[in-house]
């Protein structure tokens, strides 16, 4: 199987998703937001679990009773990342208050934007470099079809977000084809990242448990930072809660029949 081919599937799920700025010159409804916000964490949630804190775990067995301590530091360290990365970069979410966070900066409403889709995506794509890795090295714990359901399942999660990005861009008064594009371009980060934690594989092969469970933390604190509370905003909160549900279980489908 392609590892490349792999790398790039969530991002072309990013770009299928921009392109419903060319054929529409409406906002994401609030609800239809909400459900596809839920639907985003159910299987990031499920993806964190399933492809990367349990593995890492099984990874660890040898180290017997502690064998949990490698899942767990991982998950703090992921945490802490995209924290460090939340306080230092100014972005602007594309729904909620529309306050600026991080840092203040001379950045115009575009480029934060951008910016903070862009944070969104860093821990999808380490996720699936960190699987990627495990089954290159040849780990029958971690399979290449277990990144294979992965990246499908970001793929998913990942069509929903390039939508939610181009269109307020669009809004912002950009072009259609300028909003497309550069939805589209916010999700080139996945396979950047994913190459990153590959590359990080290569030369501390021993740190697999370390960087499965580091991809997973920092892809739980995007669902328990932004995206759970987005979908508990005002009226309609159980829309976000069922599409968690559906997320969560077609993420764990995914994960059980093709890994």
């Not at 459900?35 to 349990?54: D, E, R, Y």
């Not at 703090?76 to 208050?97: A, E, N, R, W």
């Not at 793929?155 to 390039?162: D, H, R, S």
């Amino acid at each position: 199987m392609n590892v490349i081919t792999i790398l790039l599937i969530p991002f072309l799920g990013t770009i299928v998703g921009a392109s419903a700025v060319l054929f529409t010159r409406q906002s994401v409804a609030p609800q239809l937001n909400k459900a596809l916000l839920g639907f985003a964490a159910g299987v990031m949630v499920a993806a964190s679990v399933w492809s990367l804190i349990i593995p890492s775990i099984e990874l660890s067995e040898p180290m017997g009773r502690i064998a949990w301590l490698p899942a767990a530091a991982g998950i703090i360290l992921g945490m802490l990342f995209l924290l460090s990365l939340d306080t230092f970069i100014p972005h602007l979410h594309p729904i909620g208050d529309n306050a600026p966070e991080g840092p203040r900066s001379q950045l115009g409403r575009r480029q934060m934007l951008m910016l903070a889709v862009t944070l969104h995506n860093i821990p999808e794509g380490m996720a699936v470099g960190a699987v990627v890795a495990g089954a290159m090295a040849g780990d029958t714990m971690v399979t290449m079809a277990a990144a294979m359901a992965l990246a499908v399942g970001m793929a998913i999660q990942n069509i929903p977000e390039g939508a939610i990005i181009s269109l307020p861009l669009r809004a912002e008064g950009m072009s259609r084809r300028r909003s497309w594009f550069f939805g589209g371009l916010s999700g080139i980060v996945e396979p950047l990242s994913a190459a990153v934690m590959i590359g990080l594989y290569e030369y501390m092969s021993p740190a697999l448990p370390y960087l499965l469970a580091f991809s997973a933390g920092a892809m739980l604190y995007v669902v328990v930072e932004e995206l759970i509370p987005e979908t508990q905003q005002g009226s309609h909160s159980d829309i976000g809660t069922i599409a968690f549900a559906i997320g969560f279980v077609v993420m764990m489908i995914l994960d059980v029949a093709l890994g």
